[in-house]
């Protein structure tokens, strides 16, 4: 009877003891797991006049990790680009571009596109006086209008039908 126990005993130890080490693996394991890069958008559109510097917070999603895994993920992920400034200013021409984001030997890309869909401002006088009997083709109504926009401005036609020289 002390054998039988004893035998019984025995495959409960082995039982315990592989379970512990089984846990122990698992906790091992999911310790020293590097935390996953997931990345905020896959495509950021921006407006052709605006500044855009590719860094970690704007790109780098770490809703719920901790604090040791951000730092670690901000000292081991390296961010490039390929975003080009047009000459003498601090803002990308149109066109696309890319993010590079290299974290654990994976290299991942976020698609840029710089698009000017702003439409220039125009400021012009609300009269403007013209002599009686002007050759309106003569007066240079251009010269009158200011318009602002940071792409340059293209042919600017104005309509002077509506004009009535003879009044």
């Not at 719920?64 to 390296?78: A, D, Q, R, T």
């Not at 571009?97 to 290299?102: A, N």
């Not at 869909?117 to 002007?134: G, Q, R």
């Not at 251009?142 to 036609?157: R, V, Y």
């Amino acid at each position: 009877m002390i054998y039988k126990y004893f035998k019984e005993c025995k495959k409960l130890i082995v039982l315990i003891t592989l379970l512990g080490m089984l846990i122990g693996m698992l906790f091992f394991i999911t310790k020293d797991t590097p935390p996953t890069l997931v990345l905020k958008k896959k495509k950021i559109n921006i407006e052709y006049g605006q500044t855009y510097y590719a860094n970690f917070k704007g790109l780098v999603d770490t809703t719920g990790m901790s604090k040791e895994e951000i730092c670690y993920l901000k000292k081991n992920v390296s961010i490039t680009d390929n975003l080009q400034n047009e000459d003498q200013k601090s803002y990308p021409a149109v066109g696309k571009y890319k993010i590079f984001i290299k974290y654990n030997n994976k290299l991942s890309t976020i698609q840029i596109i710089c698009k000017d869909t702003l439409a220039p401002v125009l400021a012009f006088p609300k009269n403007v006086d013209v002599i009686k009997e002007s050759d309106l083709e003569s007066i240079d109504f251009k010269s009158l209008i200011i318009a602002t926009d940071l792409s340059p401005l293209k042919e600017i036609q104005i309509d002077t039908s509506q004009i009535d020289i003879h009044r």
